[in-house]
């Protein structure tokens, strides 16, 4: 159930629409090997030490700060850390869930009419009719989010454990069925060349920077989730093992995902640098041309549908997990109130792409001037809270968690790996996020 949870939590849209878009603008290659790199170096050490605070912990991620106080003698304050982490997941699902709901949206147009004979300006005039649709937009959030409220009402064992435990293998078997897919139909070869051939003059402080910052956020560290997961995590699982085999699908799905998608776009004379657009607005001409497009289509809508709700359910259980142990309401009573909350708070999200489109907030903000609600939003949890949250829990795990309590946590591993992870999660962790953070404010 652990590693479903933590998979699943793991590999969402991100790894799919965002490595794919950011990858094609950043020219392929070169942008890949740093983002492999980065898993490693940067990725894998705070994962291991988010593990490793969740396990001590077991318990939401706030009341793991509370028994850490009092176990490991750590500051009080840290529960403040704990509050900051739930605000940002809460805030985090309220606009990832109006976004995967256009997933769900995508995957009834493929089913129903389809893609064919769609060129480049129907695709584009069918993603603004569904962005200029706030009714249309609004239900299939409500879907979502109730698949997601259901899942997690029903408890651990019963909800979680049982969606996770197939909905998590599915989308490897799904990202694999395209795989082949594209092997056959698409241009592999230049897919490859585009992916796996580095070309270090597209290499700069920027494309490393997001290279960099791909890897670290699209596992989700900072916000609490993984720490959450952790906690179901069993003594007898190494903390480092653990981190390297959700690492390791991470990066794997992202790149299966690369390999899946680049092909289809190069078969039909796409350009990989479409931008965000690339999923939404080329795919879909992609999808109307090939053979078999009818089926591929909803194949790979529904992909990204179950990427969205294994990170959903494991966000939305972070909450939950800390409501349940501050409030007296049960489990069920939480997961739907707290669902109607993130409705409710998306809202704002759904309307910043149509009524309140030209709508600025914080005009007075140069970060913020030009951004929408949803913008803001976007921006205050992966720019702001997501490093913070993420040096916090290089800080917490290097330097206030101390030797004898993170090493009887390693258990009876290398010795040797223990001490690179220490310095890593110490010095270079720290530094790295930092530097992404003040790359993101400069930008």
Same mark, same amino acid.
């Given at each position: 159930m652990f590693f479903a949870a933590a998979i699943g939590s793991a590999v969402g849209i991100s790894n799919i629409w965002k490595f794919t878009y950011v990858a094609g603008e950043n020219g392929g290659g070169a942008f890949v090997l740093v983002y492999v790199l980065a898993i490693a170096f940067v990725a894998?050490? =705070?994962?291991?030490a988010e593990f490793m605070i969740g396990r001590r912990g077991g318990a939401s991620v706030q009341m793991t700060m509370d028994r850490l106080a009092g176990k490991d003698g750590i500051s009080r304050a840290w529960r403040y850390y704990g509050l900051m982490a739930v605000s940002g997941a809460f805030l985090a699902l309220s606009f990832y869930a109006v976004v995967a709901g256009w997933t769900i949206d995508y995957f009834f147009v493929a089913v129903s009419s389809g893609f064919d004979g769609f060129n480049t300006q129907q695709a584009?005039?069918?993603l603004a009719s569904m962005l200029g649709s706030p009714g249309r937009m609004m239900i299939s959030q409500a879907v979502f989010l109730g698949l997601t409220v259901t899942v997690v009402a029903a408890g651990v064992r019963r909800g979680l454990e049982q969606a996770l435990k197939w909905m998590t293998p599915a989308l490897f078997v799904i990202l694999l069925i395209l795989l082949a897919y594209s092997v056959v139909e698409g241009d592999m070869r230049a897919a490859l060349q585009f992916m796996f051939v580095a070309d270090f003059s597209a290499l700069n402080a920027n494309t490393v920077m997001m290279a960099v910052g791909q890897a670290f956020f699209s596992?989700? $560290?900072g916000l609490g989730v993984l720490?959450?997961? =952790? =906690?179901?995590m069993d003594r007898e699982t190494s903390i480092l093992g653990a981190a390297a085999v959700v690492? &390791?699908?991470?990066g794997f799905v992202a790149l299966l995902a690369g390999l899946a998608i680049f092909p289809v776009v190069f078969a039909n004379g796409l350009s990989p640098a479409e931008g965000p657009g690339l999923i939404f607005a080329t795919l879909p001409v992609a999808f109307g041309q090939i053979p078999g497009g009818w089926l591929v289509g909803p194949l790979f809508f529904l992909l990204m549908? &179950?990427?969205a709700l294994t990170s959903a359910i494991t966000i939305l259980e972070t909450v939950v997990a800390w409501a349940e142990d501050y409030t007296r309401f049960n489990r069920r009573q939480l997961a739907? %109130? $707290? %669902?109607i909350a993130l409705w409710l708070t998306g809202l704002l999200t759904v309307f910043s792409f149509n009524a309140w489109s030209d709508f600025r907030l914080l005009p007075f903000v140069p970060a913020l001037a030009d951004k929408t609600l949803f913008g803001i939003f976007d921006y205050v949890v992966s720019n702001l809270m997501m490093p913070a949250g993420g040096v916090a829990v290089a800080i917490l795990a290097g330097w206030s968690l101390s030797a004898v309590a993170s090493r009887e946590e390693w258990g009876n591993g290398s010795a040797r790996a223990y001490h690179v992870w220490r310095f890593l999660v110490r010095y270079l962790v720290p530094i790295v996020i930092a530097l992404i953070f003040l790359a993101n404010m400069g930008g």
């Open positions: 894998l050490p =705070a994962l291991a584009g005039a069918s596992l989700g $560290i720490m959450t997961v =952790a =906690a179901y690492a &390791f699908a991470d549908a &179950f990427a739907c %109130g $707290i %669902g």
